[in-house]
Nanobody, 119 residues
Framework: QVQLVESGGGLVQPGGSLRLSCAASGSIFSIYAMGWYRQAPGKQRELVAA???????NYADSVKGRFTISSDNAKNTAYLQMNSLNPEDTAVYYC?????????????WGPGTQVAVSS
């Protein structure tokens, strides 16, 4: 089983930046993808950014050019650098990790970290 813990959320003014971290522990062997979803009040959870083995990345259109996902394999940690934040980015951000399991995969989730963008 994989345990994930996010950190780095908080309150920031419009135009500001934050860097979220997601530390993985436990049975991390065969993790092949990590990423971030977010959920704003009253809205569905949406994919923000994904990073798969081979350094392939995928971003939501709303964050392209502003957010960057990366990882430090030595630290078993994924990051989400968020620049030019606006109030529409306010949400709880959840980290996930996909671990191979036979012909399918198991997805683990972190508890989430709150990001609030407000003046």
């Amino acid at each position: 089983q994989v345990q994930l813990v996010e950190s780095g959320g908080g309150l920031v003014q419009p135009g500001g930046s934050l860097r979220l971290s997601c530390a993985a522990s436990g049975s991390i062997f065969s993790i092949y993808a990590m990423g971030w979803y977010r959920q704003a009040p009253g809205k569905q959870r949406e994919l923000v950014a994904a990073l798969t083995s081979g350094s392939n990345t995928n971003y939501a259109d709303s964050v392209k050019g502003r957010f960057t996902i990366s990882s430090d394999n030595a630290k078993n940690t994924a990051y989400l650098q968020m620049n030019s934040l606006n109030p529409e980015d306010t949400a709880v951000y959840y980290c996930y990790a996909d671990k191979a399991s036979g012909s399918t995969f198991i997805r683990s989730w972190g508890p989430g970290t709150q990001v609030a963008v407000s003046s």
